[in-house]
């Protein structure tokens, strides 16, 4: 007997987990005032990137004397930019628990042959924070983005730690409480928590850092697009608007789109509400349900925003085939798209819980996962 659908879907099925969905009231009209044809270097481009600085900077509660700079090449530009500019000073620590987390470990002891001490751990789970010494550079994602496993605060980090903090937090901007004091160097993209446009990055720097560039010359040459000094001083126009390269001001206008609409969402209070919401819903779900789980292995470390389970049945022949005829069905019924598991992690499901997802929508397509599962279930039981 076929299972019944669900009588109410989703107003928007979009949960990818990058780029991610636009916020509620998004209308392309609304980036008219964008400086299309102008030059970035014109003041009216200036401006925009100014104010695209600052915005992040008044939204998130950076420091104001930390240095934020928009970069290209989305996140991953901001890390490697990073990795590149900062390490080879001192020992290195690398931490990793997902597919992203593992690309820099092979960055930096592969590409720039630097002895790391590397700790991993498996997906769902996270390395022994207490371990990590701090006398070291300390590189490690916030947020595990294939994984759903993020670290549960910043109490791990040292106050007067000697070496520099590291951070990728791409999908944890916005939606997480960073502790800016813990964190030298933080990098993410627009197009994760406040659904930006592809392609830009974002890097924060605080003062260490800003030593650390400025008295400090790695040993293998920089490529321009890398470079933040010039001469043992910091660039300073790259954190006042005069990026490295040419920028979409089509994307800047829809990141400034993004950071009024998150103002009048509280600011980042209201964002972390709406994505602990939001994957609360998920939580509860799945708490009902025996057939699934959270792959996070301790509730304490289960992400808000990249919400990543497994299925546990025990009917399940092929979990990888059954995960992606489930993630197929909703898809095909335009309930949930591009949910399937990242390529790497394990196989299962992510579901992107970010502000600017609608909490009735994930309520909405909760019964269709339910009823995906059960009608995947029947056609396994029916070719058998």
């Not at 409480?177 to 197009?191: A, E």
């Not at 209201?270 to 009902?288: H, T």
């Not at 979990?319 to 898809?331: C, I, P, S, T």
């Amino acid at each position: 007997m076929a299972t019944q659908q669900p009588a109410t879907r989703p107003a928007n099925p979009r949960f990818s987990s990058g780029p991610c969905a636009k916020p509620p009231t998004f209308d392309v009209a609304k980036l008219a005032d964008a400086a299309l044809g102008r030059s970035h270097r014109a003041a009216i481009g200036k401006d925009k990137l100014k104010a695209a600085i600052e915005g992040t900077r008044e939204v998130l509660g950076i420091p104001a004397d930390y240095k934020i700079g928009i970069v290209p090449a989305s996140d991953t530009g901001a890390v490697e930019m990073a990795l590149w500019s900062l390490l080879g000073e001192r020992k290195v620590e690398m931490l990793a628990w997902e597919s992203f987390g593992s690309g820099w470990v092979t960055d930096v002891v592969k590409q720039l042959k630097i002895d790391a001490e590397v700790k991993t751990a498996d997906y769902g789970q996270l390395v022994d924070l207490a371990s990590v010494d701090f006398t070291n550079d300390v590189v490690f994602t916030w947020n595990g983005t294939t994984s759903g496993v993020r670290v549960p605060n910043g109490d791990w980090i040292a106050d007067n730690r000697e070496g520099l903090t590291i951070c990728d937090a791409t999908s944890a901007a916005f939606a997480m409480d960073l502790p800016w004091g813990k964190l030298d160097v933080t990098t993410f993209s627009w197009q994760k928590v406040l659904g930006g446009e592809a392609a830009h990055g974002v890097i924060v720097l605080s003062p260490t850092a800003v030593a650390r560039l400025e008295s400090y010359t790695p040993v293998w040459p920089l490529p321009k697009i890398f470079r933040l000094t010039k001469g043992g001083k910091l660039i300073e126009g790259i954190f006042t608007g005069a990026t490295i390269n040419t920028p979409s001001m089509l994307a800047v206008e829809d990141y400034l789109f993004a950071l009024n609409w998150a103002r009048d969402e509280g600011g980042l209070k209201g964002l972390i509400a709406r994505a602990d919401s939001n994957a609360q819903a998920v939580f509860d779900f799945c708490d009902a349900n025996d057939w699934i789980t959270n792959l996070a292995e301790d509730d304490a470390t289960r992400s808000n925003t990249s919400v990543c389970l497994k299925f546990t049945d025990d009917r399940i022949q092929d979990g990888a085939a059954f995960a992606k005829a489930v993630a197929k069905r909703l898809e095909t019924e335009n309930i949930a798209l591009d949910i399937g598991a990242y390529r790497d992690a394990p196989a299962g499901l992510r579901i992107w819980c970010g502000g600017t997802v609608e909490t009735p929508d994930i309520n909405a397509m909760l019964p269709w996962l339910a009823w995906a599962f059960e009608a995947e279930i029947e056609a396994q039981m029916a070719e058998a």
